[in-house]
Protein backbone atom coordinates (compact mmCIF):
# COMPACT_ATOMS: atom_id res chain seq x y z
CA UNK A 1 0.00 0.00 0.00
CA UNK A 2 1.38 3.44 -1.07
CA UNK A 3 1.52 5.01 2.48
CA UNK A 4 3.12 7.80 4.30
CA UNK A 5 4.78 6.84 7.53
CA UNK A 6 5.48 8.97 10.49
CA UNK A 7 7.22 7.83 13.82
CA UNK A 8 5.73 8.07 16.74
CA UNK A 9 2.70 9.40 16.95
CA UNK A 10 2.20 11.18 20.26
CA UNK A 11 5.11 11.92 22.05
CA UNK A 12 5.55 13.76 25.26
CA UNK A 13 8.60 14.99 26.31
CA UNK A 14 10.94 17.62 28.42
CA UNK A 15 12.60 20.85 27.29
CA UNK A 16 16.06 20.46 25.73
CA UNK A 17 15.91 16.42 25.07
CA UNK A 18 16.76 15.79 21.44
CA UNK A 19 13.92 13.61 19.79
CA UNK A 20 13.67 12.42 15.98
CA UNK A 21 10.54 11.89 14.00
CA UNK A 22 10.96 9.74 11.33
CA UNK A 23 9.45 9.90 8.08
CA UNK A 24 8.72 7.48 5.48
CA UNK A 25 7.39 7.04 2.02
CA UNK A 26 7.02 3.87 -0.49
CA UNK A 27 6.02 5.35 -3.63
CA UNK A 28 9.38 6.76 -4.96
CA UNK A 29 8.84 10.41 -4.40
CA UNK A 30 11.58 13.24 -4.87
CA UNK A 31 10.10 16.09 -3.10
CA UNK A 32 9.08 15.69 0.72
CA UNK A 33 8.24 18.14 3.12
CA UNK A 34 7.78 18.36 6.88
CA UNK A 35 4.52 20.91 8.71
CA UNK A 36 3.62 21.90 11.84
CA UNK A 37 -0.20 22.66 12.34
CA UNK A 38 -1.32 24.84 15.23
CA UNK A 39 -5.02 26.24 15.43
CA UNK A 40 -5.61 29.27 13.70
CA UNK A 41 -2.52 29.23 12.10
CA UNK A 42 -2.83 26.24 9.53
CA UNK A 43 -0.37 24.25 8.02
CA UNK A 44 3.38 26.19 8.05
CA UNK A 45 6.49 24.54 6.43
CA UNK A 46 9.14 23.67 8.44
CA UNK A 47 11.59 22.42 5.84
CA UNK A 48 11.47 20.91 2.40
CA UNK A 49 13.23 18.41 0.48
CA UNK A 50 13.59 17.95 -3.25
CA UNK A 51 15.74 15.25 -3.83
CA UNK A 52 18.18 13.22 -2.04
CA UNK A 53 20.91 15.79 -0.14
CA UNK A 54 18.85 18.81 -0.99
CA UNK A 55 17.10 19.96 1.66
CA UNK A 56 15.95 23.82 2.03
CA UNK A 57 13.93 25.84 4.70
CA UNK A 58 10.18 26.34 4.96
CA UNK A 59 8.56 29.19 6.58
CA UNK A 60 9.25 28.54 10.11
CA UNK A 61 12.61 26.59 10.21
CA UNK A 62 14.01 27.70 13.21
CA UNK A 63 15.00 25.24 16.33
CA UNK A 64 14.60 22.08 13.44
CA UNK A 65 16.97 20.12 11.59
CA UNK A 66 16.48 17.56 8.65
CA UNK A 67 18.30 15.47 6.54
CA UNK A 68 17.87 13.59 3.30
CA UNK A 69 20.32 10.48 3.00
CA UNK A 70 18.03 8.69 0.88
CA UNK A 71 15.20 9.18 -1.19
CA UNK A 72 12.27 7.47 0.75
CA UNK A 73 13.21 9.10 4.32
CA UNK A 74 13.38 12.41 5.87
CA UNK A 75 13.41 12.63 9.76
CA UNK A 76 12.74 15.79 11.52
CA UNK A 77 15.47 16.66 14.42
CA UNK A 78 14.34 18.60 17.36
CA UNK A 79 18.00 18.93 18.89
CA UNK A 80 16.81 21.23 22.13
CA UNK A 81 12.87 21.01 21.80
CA UNK A 82 10.84 23.91 23.63
CA UNK A 83 7.37 24.14 24.80
CA UNK A 84 6.55 26.25 22.08
CA UNK A 85 7.02 23.67 19.80
CA UNK A 86 4.33 22.05 20.88
CA UNK A 87 2.21 20.97 17.84
CA UNK A 88 1.14 18.75 15.18
CA UNK A 89 3.30 18.10 12.89
CA UNK A 90 2.67 16.30 9.61
CA UNK A 91 5.12 14.77 6.80
CA UNK A 92 4.25 14.56 3.04
CA UNK A 93 5.47 13.55 0.04
CA UNK A 94 4.51 14.53 -3.43
CA UNK A 95 4.68 13.60 -7.02
CA UNK A 96 3.16 15.92 -9.51
CA UNK A 97 2.43 18.16 -7.01
CA UNK A 98 0.11 16.16 -5.18
CA UNK A 99 1.12 15.70 -1.53
CA UNK A 100 0.22 12.29 0.15
CA UNK A 101 0.23 13.07 4.04
CA UNK A 102 1.32 10.85 6.94
CA UNK A 103 -0.55 10.63 9.95
CA UNK A 104 0.58 13.22 11.94
CA UNK A 105 2.89 13.28 15.03
CA UNK A 106 1.23 14.91 18.34
CA UNK A 107 4.05 16.67 20.33
CA UNK A 108 4.47 18.06 23.69
CA UNK A 109 7.03 19.64 25.32
CA UNK A 110 6.51 20.25 28.65
CA UNK B 1 6.29 37.24 0.43
CA UNK B 2 3.96 34.38 -0.85
CA UNK B 3 0.63 34.28 1.15
CA UNK B 4 -2.72 32.64 0.96
CA UNK B 5 -5.53 34.44 2.88
CA UNK B 6 -8.79 31.92 3.23
CA UNK B 7 -10.74 34.98 4.62
CA UNK B 8 -13.63 32.99 6.26
CA UNK B 9 -13.16 31.00 9.39
CA UNK B 10 -15.77 29.14 9.33
CA UNK B 11 -18.75 28.24 6.52
CA UNK B 12 -22.44 26.93 7.20
CA UNK B 13 -24.21 25.83 4.36
CA UNK B 14 -27.31 23.82 4.23
CA UNK B 15 -27.33 19.87 2.91
CA UNK B 16 -28.16 20.22 -1.16
CA UNK B 17 -27.41 23.91 -1.66
CA UNK B 18 -23.87 25.22 -3.38
CA UNK B 19 -21.18 25.95 -1.31
CA UNK B 20 -17.79 28.36 -2.34
CA UNK B 21 -14.77 28.41 -0.22
CA UNK B 22 -12.86 31.48 -0.92
CA UNK B 23 -9.15 31.85 -1.36
CA UNK B 24 -6.69 34.56 -2.27
CA UNK B 25 -3.14 34.31 -3.33
CA UNK B 26 0.07 36.16 -3.34
CA UNK B 27 3.60 34.73 -4.93
CA UNK B 28 6.19 36.71 -7.11
CA UNK B 29 6.34 33.70 -9.61
CA UNK B 30 3.44 31.57 -11.38
CA UNK B 31 1.60 29.93 -8.95
CA UNK B 32 0.64 25.97 -8.57
CA UNK B 33 -2.78 26.41 -6.52
CA UNK B 34 -4.07 23.38 -4.48
CA UNK B 35 -6.92 22.48 -2.21
CA UNK B 36 -7.23 19.86 0.38
CA UNK B 37 -9.32 18.65 2.67
CA UNK B 38 -8.92 17.63 6.66
CA UNK B 39 -11.33 15.29 7.52
CA UNK B 40 -11.76 14.56 11.66
CA UNK B 41 -9.06 11.49 12.87
CA UNK B 42 -8.25 11.11 8.62
CA UNK B 43 -5.32 13.43 8.07
CA UNK B 44 -5.31 15.51 5.05
CA UNK B 45 -6.66 14.86 1.53
CA UNK B 46 -5.24 16.08 -1.43
CA UNK B 47 -8.72 17.43 -3.61
CA UNK B 48 -7.47 19.25 -6.60
CA UNK B 49 -5.03 21.51 -7.93
CA UNK B 50 -4.56 24.32 -10.24
CA UNK B 51 -1.61 24.17 -12.57
CA UNK B 52 -1.78 25.10 -15.73
CA UNK B 53 -4.44 25.59 -18.37
CA UNK B 54 -8.03 25.36 -18.38
CA UNK B 55 -9.36 27.73 -15.20
CA UNK B 56 -12.16 25.60 -14.15
CA UNK B 57 -10.74 22.48 -12.56
CA UNK B 58 -12.23 19.17 -11.44
CA UNK B 59 -11.24 17.28 -8.24
CA UNK B 60 -12.18 14.67 -5.61
CA UNK B 61 -15.62 14.21 -4.50
CA UNK B 62 -17.36 16.80 -6.69
CA UNK B 63 -15.53 19.56 -6.12
CA UNK B 64 -14.06 22.23 -8.36
CA UNK B 65 -12.32 25.31 -7.97
CA UNK B 66 -11.74 28.36 -10.29
CA UNK B 67 -8.48 29.92 -11.07
CA UNK B 68 -9.04 33.74 -11.47
CA UNK B 69 -5.87 35.65 -12.26
CA UNK B 70 -6.94 38.82 -12.16
CA UNK B 71 -8.35 38.41 -8.89
CA UNK B 72 -5.92 36.28 -7.56
CA UNK B 73 -8.27 33.97 -6.58
CA UNK B 74 -8.99 30.01 -6.35
CA UNK B 75 -11.97 29.32 -4.77
CA UNK B 76 -13.57 26.03 -4.23
CA UNK B 77 -17.16 24.96 -5.06
CA UNK B 78 -19.12 22.49 -5.34
CA UNK B 79 -22.63 22.51 -6.63
CA UNK B 80 -24.71 20.57 -3.79
CA UNK B 81 -23.64 19.82 -0.18
CA UNK B 82 -23.65 16.74 1.45
CA UNK B 83 -23.32 16.65 5.04
CA UNK B 84 -20.26 14.32 5.10
CA UNK B 85 -18.13 17.24 3.09
CA UNK B 86 -18.13 19.00 6.53
CA UNK B 87 -14.27 19.38 7.24
CA UNK B 88 -11.60 21.24 7.71
CA UNK B 89 -10.42 23.22 3.82
CA UNK B 90 -7.27 24.24 3.26
CA UNK B 91 -5.80 26.17 0.47
CA UNK B 92 -2.37 25.80 -0.52
CA UNK B 93 0.39 27.51 -3.51
CA UNK B 94 3.69 26.76 -4.58
CA UNK B 95 5.87 29.25 -5.71
CA UNK B 96 7.35 28.21 -8.77
CA UNK B 97 10.43 30.19 -8.13
CA UNK B 98 11.52 28.91 -5.11
CA UNK B 99 9.05 25.31 -4.55
CA UNK B 100 7.99 26.15 -1.16
CA UNK B 101 4.91 25.51 -0.15
CA UNK B 102 2.64 27.85 2.06
CA UNK B 103 -1.12 26.82 3.53
CA UNK B 104 -3.78 28.92 4.04
CA UNK B 105 -5.07 29.21 7.71
CA UNK B 106 -8.46 26.80 6.78
CA UNK B 107 -11.75 27.03 6.43
CA UNK B 108 -13.89 25.01 8.31
CA UNK B 109 -16.95 24.02 6.67
CA UNK B 110 -20.44 22.97 8.29
CA UNK B 111 -22.82 21.25 6.28
CA UNK B 112 -26.09 21.86 7.95
CA UNK B 113 -28.72 18.53 7.42
Known amino acids: EAQVTQNPRYLITVTGKKLTVTCSQN?????MSWYRQDPGLGLRQIYY???????DKGDVPEGYKVSRKEKRNFPLILESPSPNQTSLYFC?????????FGPGTRLTVL | AQSVAQPEDQVNVAEGNPLTVKCTYS??????LFWYVQYPNRGLQFLLK??????LVKGSYGFEAEFNKSQTSFHLKKPSALVSDSALYFC???????????FGKGTRLHILP
Open chain 2, 92 to 102: AVRDTRDDKII
Open chain 1, 92 to 100: ASSKNNEQF
Open chain 2, 50 to 55: YITGDN
Open chain 2, 27 to 32: VSGNPY
Open chain 1, 27 to 31: MNHEY
Open chain 1, 49 to 55: SMNVEVT
